[in-house]
């Protein structure tokens, strides 16, 4: 069965430092993986997809994700965080049989000023 | 901003209610999906609908049904509501093919 995993419920860095959010990932096929943020109130909106080929994803935003098959992870990155980046950030696999989609338990990020 | 818009935005109902939420698709989108996110959870997966027919279902009990109309819109029918169904409910679309799924604004439905 498929499945991922955030080990941090919440994340924290400072305005303009490096962040990464953690994300590992168990399936049983090729991964389909993705990277989803959640503000207050609001629906999903989609960053970035790993279906096939370079292991660094751009996506939205400015974020990034490295696709590392050994270690079985999927971290989601930026180089320099906002504090409009401060929300909720779900990883997801999808499953080998249709469009559905598995998702962690999310991480809050919180960005300080 | 994606196309796929849900309504109501919020919703109270009392327990042993039934009610019904509706999401329009983007145009050209055959596939919708349906998520329940409990506070503090990540969104767990409810059914998908494929031009018109049911193409998958999670771990929720037959009470939880759906309807994917030809026009890309759909609805999600909850009967004998329970307090633990008070939750956000998205809907997702997807063209035939691809990975990512659109998600709506979501639904908040609070059972008492």
């Known amino acids: 069965a498929q499945s991922v995993a955030q080990p941090e419920d919440q994340v924290n860095v400072a305005e303009g430092n490096p962040l990464t959010v953690k994300c590992t990932y168990s399936v049983s096929g090729n991964p389909y993986l993705f990277w989803y943020v959640q503000y207050p109130n609001r629906g999903l909106q989609f960053l970035l997809k790993?279906?096939?080929?370079?292991?660094l994803v751009k996506g939205s935003y400015g974020f990034e994700a490295e696709f590392n098959k050994s270690q079985t992870s999927f971290h989601l990155k930026k180089p320099s965080a906002l504090v409009s980046d401060s929300a909720l950030y779900f990883c997801a696999v999808r499953d080998d049989s249709s469009y559905k989609l598995i998702f962690g338990s999310g991480t809050r990020l919180l960005v300080r000023p | 901003e994606t196309g796929v818009t849900q309504s109501p935005t919020h919703l109270i109902k009392t327990r042993g209610q039934q009610v019904t939420l509706r999401c329009s698709s983007q145009?050209?989108?055959?596939?919708v999906s349906w998520y329940q996110q409990a506070l503090g959870q990540g969104p767990q997966f409810i059914f998908q609908?494929?031009?018109?027919?049911?193409?998958g279902r999670g771990n929720f009990p037959p009470r939880f049904s759906g309807l994917q109309f030809p026009n890309y819109s759909s609805e999600l029918n909850v009967n004998a509501l329970e307090l633990d169904d008070s939750a956000l409910y998205l809907c997702a679309s997807s063209p035939t093919g691809e990975g990512e799924q659109y998600f709506g604004p979501g639904t908040r439905l609070t059972v008492t």
């Open positions: 609908y494929y031009r018109e027919e049911e193409n």
């Open positions: 790993y279906i096939t080929g370079d292991n």
């Open positions: 145009s050209g989108h055959n596939t």
